[in-house]
């Protein structure tokens, strides 16, 4: 509750901050402070399971230690991204307190998409993160990239939201008690009743849309490509794990006694996501258009969560959460820099920058699951979690093979780092600040203690 409440509380403060001070770096600034508060009001509330706010809820939300775990590691990880790309928010438009405000507004909205226990809440949880964003895409004016990249957008963004209200009012008139509560619309072991089984699969293409798993992913790639780079960083993990996050509470606590019977949807899915994410990011020139794609890749393996629903599944999006995203934030903020964004443009940084080429050689090697790594570990716990579920043992086979071919377009950057001559120069020297390389080593050393002791972050879901 108090992540809810203080997140929507500081959006607002933002937003006058964007009226009423003129200096485009004073906001960064403010959003720092906002963001230690909120981490640090929602320790407070992991710890002391106690709130700031005596707000009933009539049971609309659930508050438990796992959902709070999320939102700390969801929370720290916004904070690594200001740090690391906080100066570039400033160079997108003149409107920094708004966008900064648009994020805390995203960050409210994961708040709720973590926390919902009712149908409703989850419907206003996803639109309030997926209305701010359609603005942040868009944020870049001048861009005719990036007002295509929001029209597409907000168009199939709308579209899935039509699929997901249909799907709510299917589960509605078709579960026994009439209600919109989870927890009350948990079935049996019997047949799935017809109007039950349509409002499931809705809910599946609409979620699958807003996680990009294939085969309704066809908007990622454009509008991450769009998009204004630092936006795309944060779309592509905290937006993406969020959804995830609900996307599992939701199928575990309504629909996870009938796992049998929309199993092999998933299964499918999973595959596909696999597929199509990996095989076409083999193929991209630009970085962040493989990136966009890896993104839909690694969606295939947090699907693996949604696959399994047991408790090694929920250690491991929890790890993921964290893995994904600190990885994935980091090699953004590093592309930002960079001249060129095509893979060719990294030739040389060895030699230019050799601390930025090692930690984002970390971060490639997290993305791929190399040991050591918290991507290692994230990916164990998630092929762990399928084996242990006991049914179709090949997809973790695929999911293996997959992961292998993933290693072949991450390393293709580590070698232009290393291994080619810079024809140009590579990076623009100048952004590359001390404070900025700090927060790139203390990015690689979690990174490599959850590789290495993942319980530091697990412990937190058992608290």
């Not at 009539?58 to 991204?81: E, G, K, P, Q, R």
């Not at 419907?123 to 004016?141: H, W």
């Amino acid at each position: 509750m108090n992540a809810i409440i203080f997140s929507a509380a500081w959006g607002i403060v933002m937003m006058f901050s964007g009226a009423f001070i003129k200096s485009k770096a004073t906001p960064k600034y403010l959003a720092l402070a906002g963001i230690v508060l909120l981490f640090v009001v929602n320790a407070l509330e992991l710890n002391s399971g106690r709130s700031f706010f005596t707000i009933d809820t009539h049971d609309m939300l659930l508050i438990n230690s796992y959902n709070l775990a999320f939102i700390a590691v969801v929370l720290a990880c916004t904070m690594i991204y200001f740090l690391l790309s906080g100066r570039d928010v400033e160079k997108v438009g003149s409107h920094v307190g708004e966008y900064f405000g648009l994020i805390f507004f995203v960050l409210c909205g994961v708040s709720l998409a973590a926390t919902f226990n009712t149908l409703l809440f989850l419907f206003i949880g996803i639109e309030i993160i997926s209305i701010p964003l359609y603005i942040l895409t868009g944020s870049d004016k001048r861009n005719l990239k990036s007002n295509e990249a929001a029209l597409k957008y907000f168009l199939m963004g709308a579209f899935s939201t039509g699929i997901m209200l249909m799907g709510i009012a299917f589960i509605y008139g078709g579960n026994s008690a009439g209600s919109f509560f989870i927890n009350n619309i948990q079935l049996g072991t019997g047949k799935l009743p017809v109007m039950i089984a349509v409002g499931l699969v809705m809910l599946i293409v609409s979620m699958s849309f807003k996680v990009s798993a294939a085969p309704f992913h066809f908007w990622t790639p454009d509008v991450y490509d769009g998009a204004p780079t630092v936006f795309t960083s944060f779309m592509s993990t905290i937006v993406k794990v969020a959804g995830f996050f609900a996307f599992a509470r939701l199928f575990e606590n309504a629909f996870g006694r009938m796992q049998s019977q929309w199993q092999t949807l998933i299964l499918v899915i999973t595959v596909a996501t696999l597929l199509i994410g990996n095989i076409t990011a083999v193929f991209q020139q630009s970085v962040k258009r493989m990136l966009a794609y890896s993104s839909i890749a690694q969606a295939g393996f947090m699907l693996l969560a949604l696959f399994a629903l047991n408790e090694k599944a929920r250690e491991g999006l929890l790890l993921y959460t964290a893995a994904y995203s600190l990885a994935t934030i980091g090699l953004f903020a590093i592309l930002i820099k960079m001249e060129d964004y095509t893979i060719d443009g990294f030739n040389g940084l060895s030699k230019k920058q050799p601390l930025l080429a090692f930690c984002a050689t970390i971060f490639l090697l997290s993305l791929t699951g190399i040991p050591l790594t918290a991507g290692f570990q994230s990916k164990f716990y998630m092929l762990m979690a399928a084996v242990q579920n006991g049914h179709h043992f090949w997809l973790v086979i695929v999911a293996v093979l997959f992961a292998a071919v993933s290693a072949y377009y991450y390393f293709r950057i580590i070698q232009a780092m290393y291994f080619k001559e810079a024809t140009q120069d590579v990076i623009q020297t100048s952004d590359i600040r001390m404070g900025f390389k700090l927060v790139l080593i203390i990015t690689v050393l979690l990174i490599l203690a959850l590789g290495i002791y993942p319980e530091l972050l697990l412990g937190w879901m058992y608290h």
